[in-house]
């Protein structure tokens, strides 16, 4: 395992738009190296766009995102190029393209960074799939698949080039809980196997008190960070009522 | 059986005494119903007070929120003092809060200032060069990098859009440019008919196809079917977070989705151009023998005198440029695409729109330059 003790990822002073709107000012927190680290807070409150930023799907209106040291925004096409090819991402959706089979879906990054002959790819991604629990599905079109079974196959995409970081945006959303656990469950067993670095955003409580080793949790109206932490000492020790809320969950009954 | 009879709807009674005004809702009070509105209770007094009364009230929804809405808006833009302390404690609430609802909504519809409009306007329009330049600066980068030889082009992707828009575009491009030759024909024939000068109708068809008409139809057909059909791809595409699962792979959008397009549409293009030829001076021929009596020989002939491989050029290569405007405006609209249902098919009317508009234009300039330089 890495002896690196450098954290994965370091986020200075992060200020992101979104719409033309500020939503996200002066946010700073740190992942260190194969940790489990949750993204939280309620709808709305910028944690795709944090995400989104940290990626570089979108660029920040200030501050700076390194990994592993080195900085991801202010950097060249080429070394970013270099640098994406580190992350997997999780997409909401699953995002698998619909236009080619899921083997294809898989054995398309193998073909854009690397020179393995063809079969080997194919068997790569027969077994990245096969990782996932979705054996002999090579031939299917995303279309024919459930919306667990695509977001498995997006993470055996993910997973293809063995990233060092996989970051996934809400993985259990708009999945029933027994397959938002399997799926929690995977997350844990690639972080035990391959000591990758996991960043989930997600508002789904089971998952945080499951599999996060430590949470910072967001809030719309401070554009910021209000909670950073073990989750379980997050919630014992807050005071502040907003993640008192959201972290125990105090429903209408109980009022 | 019970007679039908009309229920007792909504009512209003109003007293005036002293400065107070005692309103007294009754009956009642359904949405699908006729309902009174406060408006038609105001006299030209103004009363110092209002109270709001509903005992009498059997049956209410929203309607009678209007109209305690309404009551309440007014005599707080009076001043007039309401009193509703008359009201069931969940009808005060309820309309309290359609009072405040309506307050908020005033609030938001204020007009733009002109000045902000076309602030707004302009701040728009340059983001939306911004973005056209971005991408041809893309697609130029990509291009040249593919040239050069620094990365691969997706040859199964561009067969396989060539035979989309190329092999099977070939029914309906076939029918438009036959039909343009008959239609052709038929007003040629108004014209040299008058001169005695039917056999002219040739030489009127094979230039007019070969040097304008073939590779405008043939164009104007495909940004319809394959302009259109790019935009919605990759518009769909983009709404499922597919183009971003592209970008954060490292691989550009543009190299992987619209350079293979763009050269289908390129390539084919000029050979569907030069097929729509034929088909046009087949249509042309057709009316010629059956109703001016030229027999296809002489039209042949005839035509053979005054069309020549010049002019088959210039038909070609305005087929090219209007294949590439084609492709990169359904492909730019399609990246343009908001992410929703109605953002794709708003794509796929853009693309059309643009790219039978920017035909238009490139026709016009061609037109300008081949008289110029006397092709």
Known sequence: MSTETRPAIEVTDLACS???????????????????????????????????????????????VLFNGQSFTHSDARSRRDMLRTFGMLFQSGALWSSLTLGENIALPLEEYTR????????????????????GYEEHFPSELSGG????????????????????????????????????????????????????????????????????????????IIAEGKPSVVARTSNDPKVVEFLTRRGLGSE | MLASQEPPGASVTTRAEGGVLDVE?????????????????????????????????????????VFLGEAQL???????????????????ALSGQFATSIRARARDEHSRSFVEEVGLATRGTMLHIRGLLQFVGEFWIDTTRLVRGRTGLRWNDTVEEMQKCGAMALPIVSLISFLVGVTLAYSGAIVLKRFGGEIWVSDLIGVAMTRE??????????????????AVEIGS?????????????????????????????????????????????????AVAYTTLDIPPTAYWVEMLTIVDLQDVLVGVIKAVVFGLIVGLSGCLRGLQSERDAAGVGNAATSAVVTSILLIIVADAIFAVLFNAIGL
């Not at chain 1, 500020?22 to 807070?41: P, W, Y």
């Not at chain 1, 409150?45 to 944090?50: E, I, P, V």
């Not at chain 1, 393995?116 to 054996?135: C, H, R, T, Y």
């Not at chain 2, 008409?213 to 059909?229: D, E, F, N, P, Q």
Request: glycine share 10%.
């Open chain 1, 149 to 224: 079974m695509r977001k498995r196959a997006g993470l055996a995409r993910a997973l293809a080039l063995d990233p060092g970081i996989v970051f996934f945006d809400e993985p259990s959303a708009s999945l029933d809980p027994v397959t938002a656990r399997n799926l929690d469950r995977l997350i844990l067993q690639v972080r035990d196997t391959f000591g990758t670095t996991i960043v989930v955003v997600s508002h789904d409580i089971d998952s945080i008190f499951g599999i996060a080793d430590r949470i910072v949790m967001l809030d719309r109206d401070k554009r910021g």
């Open chain 1, 116 to 135: 393995l002959p063809k079969d080997e790819i194919k068997s790569i991604a027969s077994f990245k799939l096969a990782q996932v629990g979705l054996a």
């Open chain 2, 213 to 230: 008409m073939g590779a405008l139809m043939a164009a104007v057909t495909l940004s319809g079917r394959t302009g259109a059909a790019f």
């Open chain 1, 18 to 64: 979104y719409d033309e709107k500020l939503v996200l000012d002066g946010v700073s927190f740190e992942v260190r190296q194969a940790e489990i680290f949750f993204v939280i807070g309620g709808s709305g409150c910028g944690k795709t766009t944090l995400l989104r930023n940290m990626i570089g799907l979108n660029n920040p209106v200030r501050g700076e």
């Open chain 2, 25 to 65: 809702l009754a009956g009642p009070w359904r949405l699908e119903g006729k309902t009174p509105r406060w408006a038609s209770y105001i006299g030209p007094a103004k009363p110092s007070r209002v109270r709001l009364v509903a005992d009498a009230v059997s049956h209410w929804d929203t309607s009678l929120l």
């Open chain 2, 237 to 285: 595409m983009k709404a499922n977070e597919e183009i971003d699962a592209l970008s954060t792979l490292g691989i550009s959008p543009v190299r992987f989705l619209v350079i293979p397009r763009v050269l289908a549409l390129v390539l084919m293009m000029p050979l569907l151009a030069m097929y729509a030829n034929c088909l046009g001076v087949l249509g042309g021929m």
């Open chain 2, 74 to 92: 007014w005599c707080g833009a009076e001043g007039v003092e309401c009193d509703t302390a008359g009201l069931p404690e969940k009808m005060r």
